[in-house]
């Protein structure tokens, strides 16, 4: 049963000023605040509902159901655990199989079985970010298992995956460097592959920020991902081979946005989706930015990666150079793309952000009513919104005033 609070909230709607999930007075900054600052994360204090409640605007509601069976009590911060790396594979749709990595003849379901080569001992991954609090029993089947060592991170027939030393981890639960774990996160997303052959995936890779092409959807095509860009002991620029045919490229976007959508999961995220979608379209229009839910073709780009130069300290000066060059992109280019189960649907709705610094942010209980505040304060300013946010890859920047700086 819904507490009388949550009810009343649902059929009179909160009082004027109060966003629901936040744990504070209306007149406090979130308790999150001081912690995250101190920890080195650029945080905002800026509210995170720029409309009146009940809102005066035209911005879509959900339906009361769906607001119903939105967890808006328990504690957000600390439901992301650490990832070293999440991919998105093209597949042109929005909704998925209950799991996308036991559909077989998937890239979904070949790169499962690499990784479980790759980590010998170890059940078959999942395809949602490991260990949400609200993941089922598979989701957090290796949460406590030990960090392999490098014996344990090498494939037993070829060397697929090299030593991988973890860092320490972050101060605040939740926020986490790249290089912490070797949890990969493979979900499928609603863009189209652009890659050359039909059998072959599109695939992106974060928080590197760089987008593969001509990924073969076969055991074969991915082994060459696992070893070349995905692998927890490849850097970011990748392992590249001379006689690989994959192709890389930064992603050509000043961030990219992805939505959690995954009816056959659970239908709060499939609802709202579609309803920040064009909330997020709206307002960076209106902001002045170019919001695409394709990408174009990436040829348009200049040549791949592997094209670029010969030495790999160029290589890397040449990524770099492209990243930082995004930022100062006019006008600036967004990407909207919509996922598979990422975990904490009861937190719909689900929102990352990432961005070429290599910063993730992952927000929670989003509305659409606080996608102003988000393209204002976190995509455009650079800072968190802590009453919003449930985790995120490389957001302590010490040396740093936003998340996209360099």
């Known amino acids: 049963m819904f507490g009388f609070k949550k009810m009343s909230v649902v059929l009179l709607g909160a009082p004027r000023g109060e966003h629901e999930g936040h744990k504070h007075a209306p007149d406090e900054p979130c308790p999150h605040h001081s912690t995250l600052e101190a920890a080195g994360v650029p945080v905002s204090l800026a509210d995170c509902r720029n409309c009146p409640n009940p809102c005066e605007e035209d911005h879509e509601e959900y ?185 890389s490229w930064v992603i050509p976007y000043a961030c990219v946005i992805l939505i959690c959508s995954h009816r056959r999961r659970d239908v709060r995220c499939a609802v709202v989706a579609p309803k920040l979608e064009n909330a997020f379209s709206n307002v960076l229009g209106r902001e002045g930015w170019d919001v695409h839910t394709q990408m174009e073709e990436l040829d348009l780009e200049g040549p791949p990666l592997e094209d670029a130069v010969e030495c790999e300290g160029d290589r890397e000066a040449a990524l770099l150079a492209q990243m930082r060059a995004l930022e100062a992109h006019e006008p600036k280019r967004a990407l909207i793309l919509k996922t598979s189960h990422i975990g904490g649907h009861k937190y719909a709705g689900n929102v990352i952000i990432y961005m070429p610094s290599g910063a993730g942010v992952w927000y929670g209980r989003v509305s659409t009513h606080e996608v102003e505040s988000i393209v204002q304060t976190t995509i455009i300013g650079g800072h968190v919104l802590p009453p919003l946010l449930r985790g995120g890859v490389n957001l302590v920047r010490p040396d740093c005033k936003k998340l996209n700086d360099w």
């Not at 960090?147 to 344990?152: I, Q, W």
């Not at 990969?184 to 592959?193: E, Q």
């Open 63 to 247: 339906p009361k159901r769906i607001e119903a069976m939105i967890d808006t009590e328990s504690e957000m911060l600390g439901s992301v655990k650490p990832y070293r790396r999440q991919i998105v594979i093209s597949t042109g749709k929005s909704d998925w199989a209950h799991s996308v990595a036991d559909v077989e003849d998937t890239l979904a379901y070949h790169l499962a079985q690499v990784e479980t080569a790759a980590r010998p001992g170890l059940p078959t991954p999942d395809t949602s970010t490991p260990g949400t609090p609200q993941s089922s029993n598979s989701e957090l089947r290796d949460l406590d298992a030990p960090v392999p060592g490098p014996a344990a991170l090498r494939r037993t027939a070829s060397t697929l995956s090299r030593p991988f030393t973890p860092a320490l981890p972050s101060p605040v639960v939740g926020i986490f460097r790249d290089n912490e774990t070797h949890k990969v996160s493979v979900l499928n997303g609603s863009h189209r592959s652009l890659s050359h052959g039909d059998e072959c995936d599109t695939v992106l890779v974060f928080p590197d920020y760089k987008v593969v092409c001509d990924v073969r959807r076969e055991p074969s095509g991915a082994r060459e991902l696992w070893s070349q860009q995905v692998d927890p002991a490849v850097p970011r620029m990748g392992a590249l081979e001379p006689s690989s045919t994959l192709r």
